[in-house]
């Protein structure tokens, strides 16, 4: 998919809260009032609410950072032999011998084909048609 541009409505910034209205004042007064027991419950089962988070440290997690870097133990070194001289040898050319192929052929696109008999040569004239 590619990319578009997007309208306003859709963003990732700004997306903060605001004040809590209600429709009606008794709705509000409903609200009001589950606050009040909810929070007589947690007195009364002695919770305690977490310590608040400062806003400058707010969905930044706390990375573990080790004391000393982590390296391996690789062993013993050992230096790689360093001669000066190749060791790679040149293979001779592959050169056909015998006597049983006629030729090469083009049937397509530079395609060489190797001949063997004489109806072969037929066949690839006519691009096997017929």
Known sequence: ????????????????????????????????????????????????????????????????????PYRRDTGPRYESLNSDTGNAFKSPDKVYTGDAMLGISVLHKSNGIPVFRDQDIKDISKMRRG
């Open 1 to 68: 998919m590619t990319m578009h541009m997007e309208k306003a409505y859709l963003t990732t910034t700004g997306k903060k809260k605001g004040k809590a209205t209600f429709r009606s004042t008794a709705q509000a007064c409903q609200a009001r009032m589950a606050k009040e027991s909810w929070d007589e419950l947690k007195t009364r089962y002695a919770v305690t609410e977490p310590e608040p988070v400062p806003t400058r440290l707010r969905g930044k997690g706390t990375a573990y950072v080790p004391s000393q």
